[in-house]
């Protein structure tokens, strides 16, 4: 659907703003709010005191909102809360935090009638009486989409912190409150629709998912064929299998002199024309490239060597985001792994592509999981990854079942990837809406709510 353009235009000489509608006005942030107002983070909660303390990670990013559920609890004086204490159509803005791929300095509102204060990462920002907190809000979410919030970011000790006076030194355009409103009212519902669409296609990729672990762990514990005779396993997790299968411990399925092992400790930083090193933030479809690794130095790696990797081999991720595996490509030949990660080899009795699938079944990965639980550093023994058990048919039925699982997760990974298009569209689109609407490029006056404003 399209929109009309205001009538009469005025150059802004803001570069990021450009024309905006003649009767709008010009000023900056800091005059939209009463002031910028530090949070605080207060003591464990004694009894006394006790109040919700919004934190960064109450925000939803996708909606920019503040998340009531769930809340942390401080205990914080009602001396030292004063002017601190959050009021409904209180805008918050992150001022320390974040990182690269989300750099600090987003804002959200706070919609809630909740006694509570924000905390030190925070900033609570009142909102004066001639503007519109939604509009506002909407204005913000479009500064953080551009990327205006970056040039008034300072970094010390890997911390990011938003100075919020230069931040708020920013000049926008300003509708009266009343079109303010208007604009909010048009934003709220459209947003609405497209938030709808956006979880329907979330709730797809969550369905293809479970679908996609569903016929995995199903051909990989009972196999292909439904009138197979088949047997308890004795295995609790595992019911019935084949009964020609057999149950093993992984460490069998692994080639002679190449046994399953984590690698190098401590990495170092990276460095140019250095070996190739797997992380366990590595052990991603697609990511297993030679020009996606991080590298370390001979020196470090030689102690390591029995841990160099092969093509075919299986790396599998044993802390951090545990349970993800992956084959190792041909390019990746005498590459290494760290502490993160183990190397599965596969005898050749055995098919890497089947092993792969069976490392990936939600089967295997409860057992290991299971014996994780209670352990300080979350994660899995190379003890414990030794002696899986897995059910083992013979290498034709592997080559068999490797090969049908190779189609159908093909098939469910590009209806997952169309989802996930649909998803990014149904984004960009939202982000492009706000932003035209918020900066005046379209008139919405008259596609707006009777709503009061």
């Not at 006076?165 to 909010?184: C, H, K, N, W």
């Not at 934003?187 to 709730?203: F, G, H, S, V």
Request: glycine fraction near 6%; charged fraction near 25%; charge should be negative.
């Amino acid at each position: 659907m399209s929109f009309p353009r205001y009538e009469r235009y005025k150059d802004s000489g803001v570069e990021w703003l450009g024309e905006v509608p003649e009767h709008w006005i010009l000023d900056r942030l800091k005059w939209s709010v009463e002031g910028c107002i530090n949070g605080l983070w207060g003591d464990d909660p004694n009894g006394e005191d006790v109040i919700p303390c919004i934190r960064v990670a109450d925000f939803d990013r996708a909606k920019n909102r503040v998340r009531a559920e769930d809340l942390t609890y401080r205990s914080i004086s009602e001396e030292k809360r004063l002017n601190r204490s959050l009021k409904n159509g209180d805008l918050l803005i992150e001022k320390s935090g974040g990182g690269d791929n989300q750099p600090v300095g987003v804002v959200v509102l706070f919609d809630h009638n909740l006694n509570a204060v924000c905390s030190n990462f925070v900033a609570r920002m009142p909102v004066r009486s001639n503007f519109s907190p939604r509009f506002l809000c909407y204005l913000h979410s479009v500064l953080y989409a551009l990327r205006l919030n970056t040039k008034s970011i300072k970094q010390n000790t890997g911390i990011q912190n938003l100075d919020s006076a230069s931040y708020l030194d920013e000049r926008f355009g300003i509708p009266t409150v009343y079109e303010q409103g208007l604009i909010a009212d048009f934003l709220d519902r459209e947003t609405a629709k497209i938030d709808a669409l956006i979880a329907e296609q979330q709730r797809l990729v969550e369905l293809l998912k479970e679908k996609r672990q569903a016929v995995i762990s199903h051909a990989v514990t009972k196999g292909l064929n439904p009138d197979a005779p088949m047997k308890d396993s004795g295995i609790e997790w595992l019911g019935e299998v084949p009964e020609h299968w057999v149950i093993v411990p992984l460490k069998h399925l692994t080639a002679p002199g190449r046994d399953i092992m984590y690698g190098i400790v401590l990495p170092g930083p990276n460095v140019d024309n250095g070996v190739p090193i797997v992380k366990g933030g590595d052990v991603r479809p697609h990511r297993l490239r030679l020009e996606l690794l991080n590298r370390t130095t001979e020196a470090i790696e030689a102690p390591y060597a029995r841990a160099r990797l092969r093509p075919s081999d299986i790396v599998y991720s044993i802390r951090g985001s545990i349970g993800d595996a992956e084959l190792v490509p041909d390019e990746l030949l005498d590459a290494n792994i760290t502490q993160d990660v183990a190397r599965i080899s596969p005898d050749q009795t055995v098919n890497s592509l089947w092993l792969l699938f069976v490392m990936k079944s939600v089967r295997v990965f409860v057992q290991l999981e299971q014996r994780s639980l209670g352990a300080a550093v979350r994660g899995i023994n190379i003890f414990d990854l030794k002696r899986a058990r897995i059910p083992f048919p013979d290498i034709q039925e592997q080559k068999t079942i490797a090969t049908f699982l190779d189609r159908e997760t093909t098939k469910l990974d590009a209806l997952t990837a169309e989802a996930q298009t649909a998803i990014t569209l149904l984004q960009e689109r939202r982000t492009a809406l706000i932003s035209a609407a918020v900066t005046g490029k379209i008139d919405v006056r008259g596609f707006a709510s009777d709503s009061t404003h």
